[in-house]
């Protein structure tokens, strides 16, 4: 019992810190892309709205891949567990949220977007955390070294 709350603790500093490590080297990203004005209604739409939606959801899918290949071992509790954390600590504001949206309707626009938020977030640490099955890795690195290895003279 010990050691899968100490799996679950790790996990969540895991995610965390993957998390912050990514905001950090996009955070100059960002200011970039909003004052720069791309060529042609495609290009201002993609950077405009996708691009700044999708660099999130990166992160996020970043923190779920790092902690479930981390924790291959315990991927579900891992990644369980550090899922709900990102839900716990964004509990406050949903109850905020849904408490002005009950007296304000104001604050419904804020509500749904927070919603979409949460959603769109726990999908992609689902997706990064349990996407990879098992061995991927592996298999990449020896599907890379298969041309080194046809090129190499054989031994005699």
Same mark, same amino acid.
């Given at each position: 019992?010990?050691?899968?709350?100490?799996?679950?603790? +790790?996990?969540?500093? /895991?995610?965390?810190?993957? /998390? !912050?490590?990514? +905001?950090?080297?996009?955070?100059?990203?960002?200011?970039?892309?909003?004052?720069? /004005?791309?060529? *042609?209604?495609?290009?201002?739409? #993609?950077?405009?709205?996708?691009?700044?939606?999708?660099?999130?959801?990166?992160?996020?899918?970043? @923190?779920?891949?790092?902690?479930?290949?981390? !924790?291959?071992?315990? +991927?579900?509790? =891992? &990644? *369980? @567990?550090?899922?709900? #954390?990102?839900?716990?600590? @964004?509990?406050?504001?949903? %109850?905020?949220?849904? =408490?002005?949206?009950? /007296?304000?309707?104001?604050?419904?626009?804020?509500?749904?977007? %927070?919603?979409?938020?949460?959603?769109?977030?726990?999908?992609?640490?689902? &997706?990064?955390?349990?996407?990879?099955?098992?061995?991927?890795?592996?298999?990449?690195?020896? =599907?890379?070294?298969?041309?080194?290895?046809?090129? +190499?003279?054989?031994?005699?």
């Amino acid at each position: 019992m010990l050691i899968r709350v100490w799996i679950g603790v +790790r996990a969540a500093v /895991t995610g965390v810190l993957v /998390t !912050f490590l990514f +905001r950090l080297a996009t955070e100059q990203l960002m200011p970039a892309l909003r004052g720069w /004005t791309p060529p *042609g209604f495609l290009a201002q739409w #993609f950077v405009g709205s996708m691009l700044q939606a999708a660099i999130p959801a990166a992160g996020a899918v970043g @923190s779920g891949l790092a902690v479930g290949w981390l !924790f291959r071992e315990h +991927r579900r509790l =891992a &990644v *369980g @567990s550090y899922l709900g #954390f990102v839900l716990l600590l @964004s509990a406050p504001r949903g %109850y905020q949220l849904v =408490a002005n949206a009950l /007296t304000d309707g104001r604050y419904v626009p804020a509500l749904l977007g %927070y919603v979409m938020n949460l959603a769109i977030v726990t999908g992609a640490i689902l &997706v990064g955390g349990f996407g990879m099955r098992r061995g991927a890795l592996s298999t990449l690195v020896e =599907a890379g070294d298969a041309p080194l290895a046809a090129s +190499r003279p054989p031994d005699d």
